[in-house]
């Protein structure tokens, strides 16, 4: 598989990435291939007790997930509707790892997005000195959409870069 690096980072943003350090939301992959994907809440600006989002995704199917720390969902994941042991305000929080199986070669899209049973119409978490404090979680995309990670997508393709085109940047 090769991987793609992400953009820069905003705070309180949740992403979908093939990496634990958020930097790849795509990656080529042949058909009926596993994914393991990481889904991470970047720039915190508090602790998190409590957080709720879904992932949604086209062409692939999801095998399973694993949390850090206790958790208790009370949605069927992916959708996620949960309270978690206390974590840190970091840099990068990881919120659980997710497993996808592609269903074929096509190109496969992730969408983060409101959980079902949750109030609000975003992703929100509770920050761990005053759970009823909910705070946003703005889904991180890659360019061309609403798309949070992509496996084989065209808008994830490098382009082939001459020298030229590269020094016309500067000038």
Partial sequence: MVSLAGGALATDEIGLFFD????SQCTQAGAFTTLSTYLILIDASCGVCAWECAVRSENASFLGCAFPGGTANAATPPEFYLACDPLPRA?????????????????????????SLGLEETPQYADCADATNLVTMTPRTIPGGMTAAGVNLPECTPQSVTWG?????FQ
């Fill in 165 to 169: 085109q590269v020094k016309s940047v």
């Fill in 91 to 115: 840099s990068l929080i990881v919120l659980a790892q997710l497993s996808f199986l592609t269903s074929g070669a096509g190109p496969v899209r992730f969408y983060i997005e409101r959980c």
């Fill in 20 to 23: 634990g350090q958020a930097q």
